[in-house]
């Protein structure tokens, strides 16, 4: 028995919407919880405050800088590459069996657990560069951990930008270099961008690859070759070892705010971009 | 007018893979005067055009054998400068392509490229480009605002306006109003009539009447090879060869 196309096209919207529904719920859920619990100790002192008895009283400012330069390295250092290998794959080289090869272990890059980084940070960067716990070595690991992101996300971006605006360009008498700088990166920059959120998002959010290479000091850095603890590590150690909750989910609320303001100052800033040139 | 020959074609045979596209082409185009190429699809006319600049050098599997000679010099020469062939050969496109920037930098895209950085020039150069492809009055209160939310005509001439501004010596158009309206057929037609007076111009087109209407020459092509190639109006009225006769009186194609 056929049963009707209006019936089953109601039934479908109905579970794609219940879909999308569940999915929002359960997202606004998690923020709202950890607001709820956290915003209570969140203030300014907290923030810019030195933590006192590892943690249980005092604000979290060396976490939050320590937060910022790690992942700033971490970005520095993978968007270069990452962008760099992207434009190479796509613009220099023809489909082959070489590239097919680095596509895909960039997929499987991608696919390995956080914590088999920090292990290969630790071994590599900690021990055999004697770069210790420090900004540098976790910095490094997070990067090699994100690159596969940054250089998918990146071709694919750039293998959205339309071929007649390379010819026309070529046309004109540009070299395939100034092609890449004038046309099709500005074209490509929004899906760039989303891929370096991305990255900067995972770095933020990263605990096994940073306890590992980057450490847990609470001192305030003074150079990248000293040992931080970012938030994600702090809230870890914070919950784990029963220090303080209260202060744990004060971390977590500041950490989730950041995510969102990033991903809301970018998503702005792409939108601007976009509506100039289209 | 001069008769000089501007580009010529000794044996130019172009093959994608094992597939050969152009047969032996042997062409003399004449400097200041518009070429029409006409001619069914698939008969070789974009290929030929998209090898006067060597833009099918960017596709993997073209090969060109014999030679193209511009002015003179073999432009498929291992040293000869490809990027400086594409600044004294200018395209346009079937469809209008603007780059996704404002109608300035459009235009001023090719000057910069060449290294122009005087910003008195380049507005000099905006003005006359613009005003040439006769689209200046349309645009001129904003040379700020981006060139995709032109109408297809009006992004059409400012193409147009983007390879004048590169100041070449040929220009070559890919069947430039196959998606334009007739008004927008008519100015850039008009604009083509008066650009032949600095220019050497080549027209590929479907439409045989375009071409009977613009070209001083016409050249006919049928599956590669170069059928009849004259003047307009005897090609159009006593054409030598029959299949010439059967295309333009619309009997096949």
């Avoid at chain 1, 046309?183 to 605990?207: D, F, K, N, Q, Y």
């Avoid at chain 2, 030929?48 to 000679?69: A, K, P, Q, T, Y």
């Avoid at chain 2, 990027?83 to 920037?101: D, E, I, N, Q, T």
């Amino acid at each position: 028995m056929r049963i009707p196309p209006r019936y089953t096209q109601t039934a479908a919207k109905l579970v794609m919407g219940l879909a999308t529904l569940a999915t929002l719920a359960i997202l606004v859920f998690i923020i709202l919880f950890v607001l709820e619990k956290g915003l209570p100790v969140v203030g300014f002192k907290f923030l810019l405050s030195a933590p006192r008895d590892m943690g249980k009283a005092g604000g979290i400012f060396p976490v939050v800088v320590g937060t910022i330069l790690l992942t700033l390295v971490a970005i520095l250092i993978a968007t270069p590459l990452g962008v760099g290998t992207a434009i190479y794959l796509t613009e220099y080289t023809r489909e082959s069996r070489a590239t097919r090869i680095i596509r895909f272990g960039a997929d499987c890059l991608a696919g390995i657990p956080s914590i088999i980084f920090g292990l290969f940070g630790f071994i590599f960067f900690v021990t055999i560069l004697q770069m210790g716990w420090s900004i540098l070595s976790g910095g490094l690991t997070l990067a090699f951990m994100i690159l596969p992101t940054i250089i998918r996300t990146s071709e694919e971006a750039i293998k959205s930008v339309p071929n007649s605006y390379r010819e026309v360009s070529f046309s004109l008498g540009a070299t395939r270099w100034e092609t890449v700088q004038k046309v099709v990166l500005p074209s490509a920059l929004p899906g760039i961008v989303t891929g370096v959120m991305l990255g900067v998002g995972r770095s933020i959010g990263e605990t096994a690859a940073v306890i590992f290479t980057a450490g847990s000091s609470l001192r305030m850095p003074s150079s990248l070759f000293d040992s931080v603890r970012t938030m994600s590590v702090h809230f870890y150690i914070l919950a784990r070892e029963g220090i303080s909750t209260e202060n744990a989910y004060g971390t977590a609320a500041i950490l989730v705010i950041t995510i969102l303001l990033i991903n809301l100052t970018a998503y702005g800033l792409m939108n601007r971009f976009v509506a100039k040139n289209n | 007018m001069n008769n000089a020959i501007k580009i010529a074609t000794r044996d130019l045979k172009a093959f994608y893979g094992p597939e050969q596209l152009l047969m032996s082409l042997n062409m003399d185009i004449q400097a200041n005067q518009i070429l029409g190429i006409i001619g069914p699809s698939g008969s070789g006319k974009t290929t030929f055009l998209r090898s006067l600049n060597r833009l099918n050098d960017l596709v993997h599997g073209f090969r060109i054998e014999g030679s193209i000679l511009l002015d003179g010099q073999d432009i498929y020469h291992p040293d000869f400068d490809v990027v400086a062939l594409r600044k004294r050969v200018g395209m346009l496109f079937a469809l209008p392509v603007p780059l996704p920037k404002s109608i300035y930098e459009n235009v001023v895209y090719g000057p910069r490229l060449s290294g122009i950085g005087d910003w008195k020039k380049l507005d000099r150069l905006v003005e006359a480009s613009l005003k040439s492809a006769f689209i200046w009055d349309e645009v001129k209160d904003r040379l700020g605002s981006p060139a995709m939310r032109l109408s297809g005509g009006q992004q059409q001439r400012l193409c147009l306006a983007r390879i004048l501004a590169q100041e070449p010596e040929v220009i070559l158009l890919d069947e430039p109003c196959s998606g334009l309206d007739p008004i927008s057929t008519a100015k850039i037609e008009e604009a083509l009539t008066i650009l032949k007076q600095k220019y050497t111009i080549i027209l590929v087109t479907n439409n045989t009447k375009q071409a009977a209407r613009v070209a001083d020459q016409t050249a006919f092509f049928l599956m590669g090879s170069l059928i009849e190639y004259g003047p307009t109006s005897d090609l159009f009225t006593v054409p030598q060869d029959k299949r010439t006769n059967d295309y333009i009186t619309g009997r096949f194609g």
